[in-house]
């Protein structure tokens, strides 16, 4: 089964920066899109930033000029990295942070287990 696993969060004040990863392991083929979202309680799950394999990359409003995405992929192994860089964090930017990896075969999407980002203000 394929696992994403993401690590870098908690608690960080207002104007700081964090760093998210998410990596998987092998298994999951040639990964088309890499995403990020993130989900306050009671909301939806918003779409923040987009990787195409490509090398494109797109932002929602709320975060464009503020976070970077990347990836990494370490030769021979088979394993992914993502990254989310979070720069200028403000406290709407509290949420919890979802990783997404869309493979090429049969579009399907694997998920990250999610976690927390705080910004005190």
């Known amino acids: 089964q394929v696992q994403l696993v993401e690590s870098g969060g908690g608690l960080v004040a207002a104007g700081g920066s964090l760093a998210l990863s998410c990596t998987v392991s092998?298994?999951?083929?040639?990964?088309?899109?890499f995403r990020w979202y993130r989900q306050t309680p009671g909301n939806e799950r918003n779409l923040i930033a987009t990787l195409s394999a490509g090398g494109t990359t797109s932002f929602a409003d709320s975060v464009k000029g503020r976070f970077t995405i990347s990836r990494a992929d370490p030769s021979g192994d088979g394993s992914k990295t993502m990254y989310l860089h979070m720069n200028g964090l403000k406290a709407e930017d509290t949420a919890i942070y979802y990783c997404?990896?869309?493979?090429?075969?049969?579009?399907?999407?694997?998920w990250g287990q999610g976690i927390q980002v705080t910004v005190s203000s």
């Open positions: 997404n990896m869309q493979a090429r075969v049969g579009r399907r999407n694997f």
């Open positions: 092998r298994g999951s083929g040639i990964i088309d899109v």
